[in-house]
Structures are given as C-alpha cells and as structure tokens.
C-alpha cells in the first residue's frame, strides 16, 4: 500500500510516519520510484504498536525505540519483552536512598515482597513506586500494617492471573505488547473507576440510611 | 499557640496559612493584640485536612473551600460528604454526547451498574471515567467483554469493603475526610504497584522458563 494509505488505515498523519522512519522505529517501505514505497501488513502493525505506546503509554521516542528494538530481537523472551514494556510505563518515582524514611520503606517493600514469593527483579521500578507511597502515607500520619494491605494483595493476585492467564502462548509479539501496554494503562483506569464506584456503594450501604 | 507555633506543627509557611484565612479556607485566630492572633487544635485539624486536599489530592482552592464548607456543614450526613469528596478528585473527564462511541459506552456503564445493583449516583463522574476507557479500549481493538470485567468487579469490591469497613462511624468529620482522601489517592498508587508486581510474578510463572 502506499502511504497515503498507511496513513489512512493506522490514523496516523503522513508526517508522523515519517518522522517514525527517520527516528528508526518504522522500517522503510520498499522503493517502488524515486519518490515513491509501498508498505505493507508490517509497517500497519508496527504503526498500532507505537500508537499505543505513544497515545496510551504516554512513553517518549526514546522508550519507544528501546521496546521495538526488542520485540525485533528474538533472543529476548515474550517474558522479558514484557517486563521491558512494562518498567517504561509511568508513573516514574526517584528513588530517594539518602533520606532515611524512603530507605525504611523500600525495606519493607523488598520483605513483603520476600514474604509473598513473587518473583519480581531486584530494580522492579514498582518496587520504588510502592515505597514512595508507604512513605507518603507514613507522613501522613497513615503508617502501612500489613493486615491493611492484604485485600490489595488479594485484589492485585486476582487480576494478574486474569491478566496473564488471557495472553496467548504463541501471540505475535508485536500484538502482545501491544495488548500488554493498552491493558496495563487502561484496565488501570477501569480498576480505578470500579473501586471508587464500590466505595460509593459500601459507603451508602454503611452509612446513608435516607435512601 | 502563635501562627509560628501553627506554622511549625503544620508544616505550611506562616504565608501559605495567612493566605488560606483570606481565602476562607481556615478560620481566624481569637485576636489577642492589634497584630496578633492565637490558634488552637481546631486550626492545626484544618490545616492537616487543607494539606492532604492540597497535596495528595491535588486539588485547587475552590475544591477545597467546597470542601471545607461541606466539613462545616452538619447537615450534610457524613455519606455525602465522603461522596463529595472523592468525586472532587481526579482524574477529570469530559462527557462526549456527541460521540455515538461515548453514548454507547456509557450506557454500558450504566447498564453494568444496574445489574450489580450498586448504589451509585447518576451523576457520579467516575460512569464517565468507566466510560471513557471502554471506548479508548474499543478504539484499540480491544472491546470490553463482561465477563474480562468480572475480576476487576470483584477485586474492587474485595478493597472497597475493607476501606469502608475500616472507617470509624463516630470519626471526627474532619479527620473522615482526610483519611478518605488520603486512603483514595495512596492507596490508588500502592493498589497500582502491586498490580504490576503481581503481573511480573505471574507472567515469570507462566514464561520464564529459564529462572
């Protein structure tokens, strides 16, 4: 097809598609005339691909050349491939190793994470984007127990066996990382819209006897 | 105490404070001299809750002063307050009528929380932040199905349940409101963390065969 059409089919400008090529993350077309390539099945693919990333994800160029560049590598797994996906996506966290509260919270964070046996990698940015809650909380005069973050836990294992248990063994890995960074970003969204509906409900079961 | 005292306790520059009374967010000391005004506990309880509003909740001034007026007002059963509270935070969304996508999804939304009987207000805006990700999902290919809800139904029931449960009925307003924003915001974040780290373990479970 010719890039008219790409652009037609993918929903992306013909000057965004070009600037991907020149930035690496697209392949050129093959050259068909001086001025002229034809793009095929690949190039719409690998365009969804970056769309999600870019418009979903909210990643900058750089994390997206990173992730393209490894779904092109075969060497690296879907698991590995994954995780990659997943560690760019936001919100970021710095993590703070000289102020002694932070410290004492990324301490708990590795030991819940010991004591649950969850095979998380030692630099999980998620693991840094715990402890800078438990800090906040903390400060807030909200200290973590653990017996209070046992529905979360509960919560979380159900939806990531749901999560992953839904992915196919032999997906593309282009498409799975896409699903995988769509389904991160916006199924967050949904969680996050279903617990406040349910507070709602909780709370006018509990509390609101007019109705 | 002296606003310095107030300043110190709260942690908010003698500015800041002497900004929210002009605003109207925070009383007037009982004026002891021409230049002088002492504060008490009630201040410092106000303070804290302006603060978690401002900082955790990231709310503007006239949120904020709603807000407060509703804290103030005794009228407003404490249901109703936490309600207004929580429907104050963000993320915002703009209902799209125009769009048959939105409609369409929306009246997804509407229909889903009928039949699981929740109590929710017609015009609670997280129906449109719901609705908003079915469509940003159905844009992607990827269209919400009933049964893909169900585990992030009952995750949010599972946390909803404990969060309510451990509100205390003859909790301080003040203090409820806080603790409500405070619990929404960070616990959002922890719930978030863990959610990814429980993908990670059980995608490493289901792929990884080499660890």
Redesign the interface.
């Known amino acids: 097809m010719k890039i008219s059409e790409l652009s037609d089919r993918s929903g992306l400008p013909v000057q965004t598609i070009k600037y991907y090529i020149r930035e690496g993350l697209l392949p050129k077309g093959t050259a068909t005339a001086a001025t002229r390539a034809e793009y095929d099945g690949r190039h719409l693919d690998r365009l969804r691909l970056i769309k999600?990333l870019r418009e979903?994800g909210d990643l900058p160029i750089a994390s997206v050349q990173q992730i393209v560049a490894a779904v092109d590598d075969d060497d690296i797994?879907?698991?590995?491939l994954?995780?990659k996906a997943?560690y760019a996506l936001g919100?970021g966290t710095e993590p703070h190793p000289g102020d002694p509260d932070w410290r004492a919270a990324r301490e708990d964070v590795d030991a819940i994470?010991a004591e649950l046996g969850?095979?998380?990698?030692p630099n999980?940015p998620?693991?840094d984007?715990?402890a800078?809650?438990?800090v906040?909380?903390r400060r807030?005069g909200?200290p973590?127990v653990l017996t209070?973050?046992?529905?979360?836990?509960?919560?979380?294992?159900?939806?990531?066996?749901?999560?992953?248990?839904?992915?196919s063994?032999d997906e593309d890995r282009e498409k799975a990382v896409?699903?995988a960074v769509?389904?991160?970003v916006?199924?967050?969204?949904?969680?996050?819209?279903?617990?406040?509906?349910?507070?709602?409900?909780?709370?006018?079961?509990?509390?609101?006897d007019?109705?």
């Open positions: 999600a979903v797994p879907l698991h590995r994954l995780g997943q919100p994470i969850w095979r998380v990698l999980a998620t693991r984007l715990l800078q809650a438990f906040a909380l807030l909200l973590i209070d973050l046992r529905p979360y836990i509960e919560a979380a294992e159900l939806i990531a066996d749901h999560e992953v248990g839904a992915l063994v896409q699903t769509a389904t991160n916006l199924y967050e969204r949904v969680l996050l819209a279903l617990r406040r509906m349910a507070q709602e409900n909780a709370s006018a079961v509990r509390f609101d007019e109705a």
